[in-house]
């Protein structure tokens, strides 16, 4: 959720002074909170309300009519404490309307405040369902549901450890085509406050993203409703990368006293019932490599004759798109999470004794490396391929790359176990 809230902030001084580039100061005296945060935190706020007084897990307890109500409940009882935050003249009405109805909406604020759903759902058809019901008290035009839900997949593709070309495909295939590159819209785009018109270059933003900060970076350059293209794409480059600790403190710093204490509670409420995870973005990988027993080939050049003529090509690797997928994900990883310095991975393995070749590698007792350490191998050996031609493919195909990640695995597992925090609480759980 903080990372819808970061691009809605960042991009509330540009929503109707475009900048159409990624050169920009993210944090200014004029950003501020607008419609986007506050009912995001709403619908947080309702979720958890509702998810106190009835267990999820019966449909037929009235879970799902509570969540409609405790949606528009707080939608009206917070957002009527901000009348000046940005509201549309629809969305304003229904906010202070004493029988407030849908009123078949399809503006892009539908999406724009969906992001708890997407954290919260379990599987992939509950944050669907989730999101028809908190979007239907306001937004109940086929698009508007669309757009809503879209966003929630995406962020809960992402959460649950989808590469970026699963949820491209999922999007493709279900929701928008997205046949199209910001550098291609960038200079035609206009301001637009359709789901349709913004959802799905929200989407691409991230897609084409190589961290969090440059996701939040490329939705502002597409120009057109800048707080809520970003707010849409935060929350999604949350979701897939994490978010640095400082634009995460500084963002706070924007939110008066209610609503920062409602962003803590939802982060002692999600964190009680899914512990985070660390290295979630390099873990997904684990099932996939495990089911996987090709990486790539080698390529020989078999149609020249090595004359002067014709020149053989030196022979060399075509990776599998997995293996690329993962040394992309690695990388960006390694940008999010500069505190591991993992560029200077050759000093951190002789701090730990591992040689930084490849039989030092293959020897290292892997169950009693830490983190930093494992990271650095794993640099270590998509770096060494600049210079050893098909190494890397030797590491996939032996096995050792997969065991790295386990490792990664069993430290993050151990350190939620470790942290009473981070333990669901069965018996609140079930209330």
């Known amino acids: 959720m903080i990372g819808a809230i970061i691009g809605d902030i960042v991009g509330s001084r540009f929503e109707f002074n475009n900048h159409r580039n990624k050169n920009f100061k993210l944090f200014a005296e004029d950003c501020h909170v607008t419609d986007d945060s506050i009912m995001t935190l709403a619908i947080a706020k309702a979720i958890m309300e509702t998810e106190r007084a009835i267990n999820k897990d019966n449909e037929k307890n009235g879970y799902y009519s509570l ?3 405790m949606s528009v409940r707080y939608m009206q009882e917070i957002g009527r404490k901000y009348p000046d935050c940005g509201y549309g003249y629809r969305f304003n009405q229904w906010v202070f309307c004493a029988n407030p109805e849908p009123y078949n909406s399809f503006g892009n604020g539908a999406a724009m405040r969906i992001s708890p759903v997407g954290f919260i759902a379990r599987t992939e058809s509950e944050a ?34 989808c590469t970026k070309s699963e949820i491209r495909n999922k999007i493709n295939s279900s929701y928008y085509p997205l046949n199209f590159t910001i550098d291609g819209i960038r200079v035609s785009y206009q301001f637009n406050e359709t789901c349709q018109e913004t959802v799905p270059q929200a989407i691409a933003a991230f897609l084409e993203s190589g961290s969090f900060e440059d996701a939040i970076r490329t939705a502002i350059s597409v120009g057109g409703d800048s707080d ?32 920062r204490a409602i962003y803590d509670e939802w982060c002692e409420f999600t964190e009680a019932r899914h512990p985070l995870t660390k290295f979630k973005m390099l873990t997904k990988y684990i099932g996939k490599l495990s089911d996987r027993a090709y990486f790539g080939d080698w390529v020989f050049d078999d149609e020249n004759d090595g004359s002067s003529e014709h020149p053989k090509q030196m022979p ?54 830490d983190a930093q350490c494992i990271l650095a191998m794993i640099m270590c050996i998509i770096r060494f391929e600049r210079f050893g031609e098909g190494l890397l493919l030797n590491f996939f195909k032996e096995g050792i790359i997969l065991k790295w990640l386990k490792r990664l695995k069993t430290i993050d597992d151990s350190d939620i176990v470790s942290n009473p925090a981070n333990i669901p609480n069965q018996s609140s759980k079930d209330k």
């Open 228 to 259: 809520t293209l970003a707010a849409i794409t935060g929350a999604i480059a949350e979701a897939y990368y994490g978010v640095p600790e400082i634009l995460r403190k500084k963002a706070l710093t924007y939110l008066d006293d209610e609503l």
């Open 67 to 69: 969540l409609e109500e």
């Open 316 to 369: 060399f690797v075509k990776y599998d798109e997995l293996v690329k997928m993962f040394v992309d994900e690695f990388y960006q990883f390694s940008q999010s999470h500069p505190e591991y310095k993992l560029m200077k991975y050759h000093l951190i393995l002789e701090d730990y004794g591992v040689q930084p070749n490849t039989a030092g590698l293959r020897d290292a007792k892997v169950e009693l490396l």
């Open 128 to 161: 669907c369902k989730l999101s028809e019901i908190v979007t239907g008290v306001t937004h109940n035009h086929e698009e508007g549901l669309k757009g809503a839900e879209a966003t929630a997949v995406a962020i809960f593709m992402a959460w649950n450890g």
